[in-house]
C-alpha cells in the first residue's frame, strides 16, 4: 500500500463551526506533514510531525490544532476559521524527516469558508 | 534561507515537441532535489528526484541531472503528450541535520504546461 489517504474530499464549514481533517498512511512511515495550497501557488508547510510528536510548526494560527494520535494517522482540528482560510489542504508522509526521504501526498481536502 | 526558482509559466506545446523547464535554487549544505506534478483536482505526485551532484532522476519520459556547479535542476521530456498537461513543481529538500529546515521542502513558484493535440 503506497497511498495516503484524505477525508473529506470537500469541506464547506461556517466560521462558527468545529470540523476536523483525517490522514491515514499504512506505509510504515514516521513523518507526517500538512500542507496549506492555494490557488495557482504551491504549498505551504504547516506542521511537521516525526515519530508522533511535533517537529515544526509554521508558526500556524492557533485555529488550526493538529494530533497525531498514532504513526498512521494524522488529524487537523479546525475552529473558527476564516474566509482566507479557503483551501486546499494536502498531507504527506515519508519514511522519516530527512533530506533523503520523498514525500507521498494525498488527494487534498477542498475546504470552503464561508 | 532555502530557495526555489522556477521558469515562468505558463508553457504552451504541441504534442510531440520538446519540453524544458528551468529550475535553479539557492540552498546552504547539500540538499536533496525534487520534481512534482499536480494533475488538475489531484494532490502532488513524485516525478524524479536526485541526492547528490550528477545524479540522474528519470520516470515516465521525463528526466533531470542535479548540476552543483551551476545549481541547477532543469526537467526535460524529449516528446511531451496531450497527458502530460499539468502543474510541474521543482523542490529541495533541506539538508542540514538538526536544523528546523532539515527533510522540510521548498517548492518552486509552479510552471503549468499545456499541450495541445
Known amino acids: 500500500d503506497t497511498e495516503v489517504t484524505q477525508t473529506p474530499k470537500h469541506l464547506v464549514m461556517g466560521m462558527t463551526n468545529k470540523k476536523s481533517l483525517k490522514c491515514e498512511q499504512h506505509?510504515?512511515?514516521?513523518?507526517m506533514y500538512w500542507y496549506k495550497q492555494k490557488a495557482k501557488k504551491p504549498p505551504e508547510l504547516m506542521f511537521v510531525?516525526?515519530?508522533?510528536?511535533?517537529?515544526i510548526n509554521e508558526s500556524v494560527p492557533s485555529r488550526f490544532s493538529p494530533e497525531c494520535p498514532n504513526s498512521s494517522l494524522l488529524n487537523l482540528h479546525l475552529h473558527a476559521l476564516q474566509p482566507e482560510d479557503s483551501a486546499l489542504y494536502l498531507c504527506?508522509?515519508?519514511?522519516?524527516?530527512?533530506?533523503?526521504?520523498?514525500?507521498?501526498f494525498g488527494p487534498g481536502t477542498r475546504l470552503t469558508v464561508l | 534561507g532555502d530557495s526555489v526558482t522556477q521558469m515562468e509559466g505558463p508553457v504552451t506545446l504541441s504534442e510531440e515537441a520538446f519540453l524544458t523547464i528551468n529550475c535553479t535554487y539557492t540552498?546552504?549544505?547539500?540538499?536533496?532535489l525534487f520534481w512534482y506534478v499536480q494533475y488538475p483536482g489531484e494532490g502532488l505526485q513524485l516525478l524524479l528526484k536526485?541526492?547528490?551532484?550528477?545524479d540522474k532522476g528519470s520516470n515516465k519520459g521525463f528526466e533531470a541531472t542535479y548540476r552543483k556547479e551551476t545549481t541547477s535542476f532543469h526537467l526535460e521530456k524529449g516528446s511531451v503528450q496531450v497527458s502530460d498537461s499539468a502543474v510541474y513543481f521543482c523542490?529541495?529538500?533541506?539538508?542540514?541535520?538538526?536544523?528546523?529546515?532539515?527533510?522540510?521542502?521548498?517548492f518552486g513558484q509552479g510552471t503549468i504546461l499545456t499541450v495541445h493535440p
Open positions: 504527506a508522509s515519508s519514511q522519516e524527516r530527512g533530506r533523503y526521504n520523498e514525500q507521498f
Open positions: 506505509m510504515g512511515h514516521r513523518a
Open positions: 510531525y516525526s515519530y508522533e510528536k511535533l517537529s
Open positions: 540552498a546552504t549544505g547539500y540538499p536533496s
Open positions: 536526485a541526492t547528490k551532484a550528477d
Open positions: 523542490a529541495l529538500s533541506g539538508s542540514n541535520a538538526g536544523g528546523t529546515s532539515y527533510g522540510k521542502l521548498t
